[in-house]
């Protein structure tokens, strides 16, 4: 059974010094560095993903920014496919359907759990894509509701929660990178 990586919105401005910074980003990117890793040594596909916010109001993901760019630990090699996109879910607008096995298993991770990667999970999972989320290699943002503030790492284990619960088999990087 063939396997494709698929690397969500793992860009500058989510990293500190960022336009966005998410909590966590530092060592979720740094995960994602070893499972891409993992994946280029076995020769499996990889794609990636790239949130572009193309509007007046973007406070962020702006084009021609050094935050839009791709973050280093991640960088796409030759011939690894990047797709652009602009809303949450990366199917949305995208041919990234087209260029995926739906035989295989979509081994997803990336920014933010929040945002890109619970709609981009859910729509492959509704698609019929068997998913595995990597959930130590996403992070989250600091929310508020209602007046009550919610760490970012609390936001993060509850849409892992949510996630794991009938649309992704949740994997840690390791688990992943020992197979």
């Not at 890109?116 to 996403?138: K, N, P, Q, W």
């Not at 949740?170 to 688990?175: A, D, F, T, V």
């Amino acid at each position: 059974m063939t396997r494709t990586l698929l690397i969500v919105d793992i860009q500058n401005d989510y990293f500190p010094g960022g336009a966005h910074p998410l909590v966590g980003a530092t060592e979720a990117g740094a995960v994602a560095a070893s499972v891409l890793a993992a994946f280029r040594r076995a020769g499996d596909p990889v794609v990636h993903v790239q949130h572009v916010w193309d509007a007046p109001d973007a406070t962020f993901m702006r084009p021609g920014t050094p935050g839009v760019q791709i973050n280093p630990a991640v960088t796409p090699a030759a011939g690894e496919p990047v797709v652009t996109k602009a809303e949450p879910n990366a199917f949305v607008g995208t041919d990234l359907d087209r260029r995926l096995d739906r035989s295989g298993t979509l081994v997803v991770m990336g920014m933010m759990t929040s945002m890109c990667i619970d709609s981009t999970v859910r729509a492959a999972a509704d698609a019929g894509y068997t998913v595995e989320l990597v959930h130590d290699a996403c992070a989250a943002p600091d929310l508020e509701f209602g007046g009550t503030a919610v760490p970012g790492a609390a936001v993060h284990a509850a849409f892992v929660a949510a996630l794991g619960d009938g649309f992704a088999t949740l994997r840690s990087g390791p688990e992943v990178v020992t197979g």
